[in-house]
């Protein structure tokens, strides 16, 4: 542990802009900032602790990794860079941020590993409470609740952080990886998250969302976008999840009437972890080998997406299923595009009551993309203004003709007035489409620090 | 004999208590308003001079003891609580809402536990004081933890786990690992709103929860009429019967619905609110709450993980086995319990008197 004079100096070398935070790392990298060295501890990852790790004993010879890094935490000036040395960091409690504008930095995702097998306290592994603040390239593993839990931040980067629960999939894991919620301005670049009992990576409550480059797998959820305004999901790997990229707006909480989600370029593939959520959780509800599920959002485009191998279906649109009491929701998604995808091996096996549901309609294979047709009453009747309906068009896919099967459900007269029930594979008449979305444009610097840092 | 404390965790406070102010340790010369409202906290609790006699909580001039009809449960630990406002200055009433007091203010909430749980007030080994400070900058909370002679408390920015010990009322011996929350944990459960512009709140010296009379050296009054007979406080009724009065939680002459009502009012609500730290969740536990699914009445879980123990609502009327409250109320798993910080023991009376009022709801 360095004196805690370091800490003050990284006020006046890195003063609080990201110029002057971004000079000073490229001209005194390391020294000027705040290293916290691992205890010395045996990791099993092969890396041997940092040099510093001698003068930590020194400093504090009963240091413990909670301590140490947990007052760099309370000890930071808006700014500072809290450096995490390689190791294996076992932590009794949770560590909390509310500092604005600090990064903490570890040696990578696999160097640097925060592990809370032995918490005690604390809801998540690390709670950042603050704005502006950059986490990168290290690891939480094995939190008893939540991995990163970020709430109310505007400006919050995710770099390179891996949150996973090491024992696989469980429903004793923690319900989310990483868990940006009320927030504005969200980067989640190149995360991976592995295990989570809920979703790997979740975005609730939010606006200016953009998450890319990341690995989900073995979680519940894989992505998760909810009740959140504005997002892109590209480029990402969601693989052996339950549902891989969930689109979903809920009743009853303080933002809702989510929109205008981007999900594309994505591989979205061998969805087959059996759901082990806990009971309760409305996740719970999606069937294994659910590629990409939408439910009562609006404006939502999913396009240039592979998505294989998810034996329930390729892309779900459904709205709410649950009785509420919230005179403000509304459950119907709306204005939902599916483009420009691939599907391969979709439907084989279709999962739970929901599965069963759907394929006691469609038969199985179940089609490509399925929606269910819930749509209000009064569009029922008179039709489904513009733009306010589900376009799907040029898909490649399991059809003779090489496009994407696709069945409208028509789940309302199926449950009330089964004669006139008529589900249809025809594609939904809705000329044009919906226009495009603009997407997600973060501020400048924090992209700029994304691509440099 | 006074229960062991013993600490495990060293307590960490180099720099804070580096750049505290080496103020002048006199007793009985008046509280250092000047040292609340600079936001640098002074390395001692005595420093403060809140206390002619620091141990024994002996108050100075404009330094009031004061109780919450309902209080916080905290492991079972007694709390001995002051408000000290600058001479000069007032709070003004304010019937829905915490006193705004005023810049140099402070409250002082020392955490103590009775040697025997059937001496309440006796023996008494003091575990930690929290200083809430109203700075130039806004409220600062700042954490003081006991010496092992019980003569004063040192600022622990960083908390500390102790080893508690005492006798329960059934004479059994009690043993928990007492956890001091650090800094960030104290603001965790103070702070209000979002972004840029959280601020740090005090919870608790708000009309509700003082409305009753309280035991002053020199007589029973009560805390309204108190706070503006000693100049701490202007506004108000006349009558305390017209301002706002929480029910005692344990009290056998009130409502069940009140008691709960109250109850989560002051253990959930200053986070389980609309600018609390948990309004993402939507459930909302002030008891002026009217809406049946903010209070949780068939409301579904959002982000409660395993937490949500099997169950599908936070209240599900008239069962309180399938709920979620009681469930992560009777909870000291980190990834279960609620509250998230706090106590690392189960209130087993908060328990059941929150399953009592579950169960006696309609379904």
């Known amino acids: 542990m360095p004196p805690i004079a370091d800490i003050q100096d990284t006020r006046r070398f890195l003063p609080g802009t990201t110029a002057a935070l971004l000079a000073a790392l490229l001209a005194a990298p390391l020294t000027a900032t705040a290293p916290v060295a691992a205890s010395a501890q045996d990791g099993g990852t092969g890396d041997t602790p940092a040099a510093e790790t001698t003068e930590a004993t020194e400093a504090t010879e009963t240091t413990d990794a909670y301590t140490a890094i947990q007052q760099a935490l309370i000890m930071a000036e808006p700014g500072a860079v809290i450096e995490l040395g390689p190791g294996r960091y076992e932590l009794s409690d949770g560590l909390s941020l509310n500092v604005d504008d600090v990064t903490i930095k570890g040696a990578g995702m696999d160097k640097t590993i925060l592990s ?61 990886g990483l868990y940006p919620v009320a927030c504005k301005n969200v980067l989640i670049d190149g995360a991976v998250a592995r295990g989570a009992s809920d979703a790997g990576i979740y975005v609730g409550q939010s606006d200016n969302i953009i998450v890319r480059n990341s690995l989900a797998e073995y979680n519940v959820a894989g992505i998760e976008i909810e009740n959140s305004y504005v997002a892109d999901v590209y480029d990402n790997v969601a693989r052996h999840n339950t549902g891989g990229i969930l689109v979903f707006d809920l009743p009853g909480l303080p933002q809702q009437g989510g929109h205008s989600v981007r999900v594309f370029n994505n591989t979205v593939i061998d969805n087959d972890t059996p759901n082990f959520a806990p009971a309760g959780n409305i996740v719970g509800g999606v069937p294994m080998g659910t590629g990409v599920m939408v439910m009562a959002n609006s404006k939502v485009e999913v396009f240039k997406n592979r998505i294989a191998n998810n034996a329930t279906t390729g892309v779900l649109i459904v709205a709410y299923p649950n009785e509420y009491e919230d005179e403000k929701y509304y459950p119907y998604p709306e204005g939902i595009s599916v483009y420009d995808n691939s599907f391969e091996n979709i439907g084989f096996a279709p999962d739970n009551e929901i599965g069963e549901l759907i394929a006691s309609i469609s038969g199985t294979p179940v089609p490509d993309i399925v929606w269910d047709g819930n749509v209000p009453f009064w569009h029922y009747l008179a039709g489904i203004p513009e733009n306010r309906g589900i376009y799907v068009g040029e898909n490649a896919g399991s059809a003779d003709d090489g496009s994407a099967s696709f069945m409208d459900l028509d789940v309302i007269p199926f449950f009330t007035l089964s004669w006139f029930h008529s589900p249809s594979t025809d594609l939904p008449d809705h000329a044009g489409g919906v226009d495009a979305l603009p997407g997600a444009t973060l501020p400048a610097d924090q992209e700029e620090k994304a691509r440099t840092l | 004999m006074t229960a062991p404390i013993a600490i495990c965790r060293k307590i960490l406070a180099a720099a804070l208590i580096a750049a505290a102010s080496a103020a002048p340790q006199m007793a009985a010369a008046g509280v250092d308003s000047a040292a609340i409202q600079s936001g640098t906290p002074l390395k001692t609790l005595s420093a403060y001079g809140f206390f002619d006699d620091v141990p024994a909580h002996s108050p100075a001039d404009r330094v009031l003891p004061y109780d919450l009809i309902t209080p916080l449960f905290t492991d079972y630990a007694e709390k001995l609580r002051f408000v000290y406002v600058p001479e000069g200055k007032t709070a003004a009433y304010n019937p829905d809402e915490v006193f705004d007091l005023p810049v140099g203010s402070a409250l002082i909430k020392t955490f103590t536990y009775p040697a025997d749980m059937a001496r309440p007030g006796e023996d008494l080994r003091h575990v930690e004081t929290r200083v809430l400070a109203r700075t130039d900058k806004g409220w600062r909370a700042y954490p003081y933890v006991w010496n092992a002679e019980m003569t004063d408390a040192v600022l622990s920015p960083l908390g500390a786990k102790l080893d508690v010990s005492w006798q329960t009322v059934s004479g059994a011996t009690r043993t928990i690992s007492y956890a001091v929350p650090n800094m960030n944990q104290c603001r965790s459960c103070h702070v209000k709103g979002l972004g840029r512009d959280r601020e740090t709140t005090p919870i608790g010296p708000e009309a509700k929860h003082l409305n009753h009379d309280f035991a002053y050296a020199d007589g029973v009054t009560n805390q309204l009429v108190k706070w503006r007979q000693a100049g701490l406080l202007t506004g108000g009724p006349d009558n305390p019967a017209d301002a706002p009065r929480l029910a005692r939680w344990d009290d056998p002459d009130a409502g069940l619905t009140e008691r709960a009502r109250a109850y989560l009012d002051i253990n959930c609500a200053h986070c389980h609110a609309p600018d609390g730290p948990a309004h993402t969740s939507g459930l909302y536990l002030d008891s002026r709450e009217t809406d049946p699914a903010h209070l949780g009445v068939y409301k579904r879980p959002v982000a409660a993980g395993r937490g949500s123990g099997g169950h599908d609502f936070s209240i599900d009327p008239g069962s309180p086995a399938t709920s979620i409250i009681p469930y992560r109320m009777n909870s000291t798993d980190p990834g279960i319990m609620m509250p998230e910080l706090g106590r690392t023991t189960i209130h087993d009376e908060g328990v059941a008197l929150i399953r009592d009022w579950i169960a006696a709801m309609d379904e």
Request: glycine share 14%; hydrophobic share 45%.
């Open chain 1, 116 to 176: 809370f097998r032995g918490q005690e306290t604390g809801a998540e592994g690390l709670l950042v409470e603050s704005s502006g603040v950059t986490l990168m390239d290290f690891a939480v593993e094995d939190a008893k609740g939540d991995a990163i839990k970020v709430i109310g931040a505007d400006g919050i980067t995710f770099l390179r952080v891996r949150a996973e629960w090491t024992n696989g999939p469980d429903a004793l894991n923690g319900a989310y």
